[in-house]
């Protein structure tokens, strides 16, 4: 199987960041007194938080009718503002360890590097100038959820980067990510391999119960993973 294309998961796939989408979704959700606990965020960690958003509000409100587009929205913006303010500001963000040799390697192996998220925009944009990919050469694009449609557990993050990098055969693509709606976005989009990793939100036990074909430790092993598979 030749690989061409890889799209990895951002937060807790190729940037570490002590857990703080799951703090600050927690913080901004409980702003409008709405108490949820780490867990109930992790089930829907690696969505486009505006959906992540809806999807807690009807669990916890009684009244289905509440969960309008401006409170959604409300609630949002105070999770990207504190997300910006984190990611600028913290000690703590930084590429997950072995990320960039990792890019490396694969750049030696022709393999071209996409970047998605269920961040938008504006915070992705922070962490792109902290980790400083882009001006290295190490990744070749990245998209965002608030750039497509529909974002994960649709393919259309796949789909977009595999277009705009000129591959046509979604079995040439592995998806990467940590969550998942990472392994349900790439089950989705057909991928070759679709490859969870223990470096973010989920534990081995929960990523075992959706769609994939390998689960390894991070990013860092990438690489040889790929190299024992073209062999």
Known sequence: MEIKLIVLDMAGTTVHDEDYVNIALQQAMFEDGITCSKE???DVMGMP???SIKILLEQKLSDKTLVSYNYIDKIHQS???KMIV???????VKEISG???AFRKLKKQKIKIA???GFDRKIADVILKRVDWESRGLIDLTITSDEVENGRP???MVYKAMLLLGIKDSKQVAKVGDTPADLNEGH???CGLNIGVLSGASKQVDLEKYPHTHIIKSVKYLPELLESISN
């Open 154 to 156: 649709f393919p259309d």
């Open 49 to 51: 938080k505006p959906v």
């Open 79 to 81: 999770f990207v503002n």
């Open 40 to 42: 109930e965020i992790n």
């Open 115 to 117: 970047i998605d998220t």
């Open 188 to 190: 989705n989009a057909g």
């Open 86 to 92: 984190f990611y600028q500001n913290s000690p703590n």
């Open 99 to 101: 990320v960039t040799e």
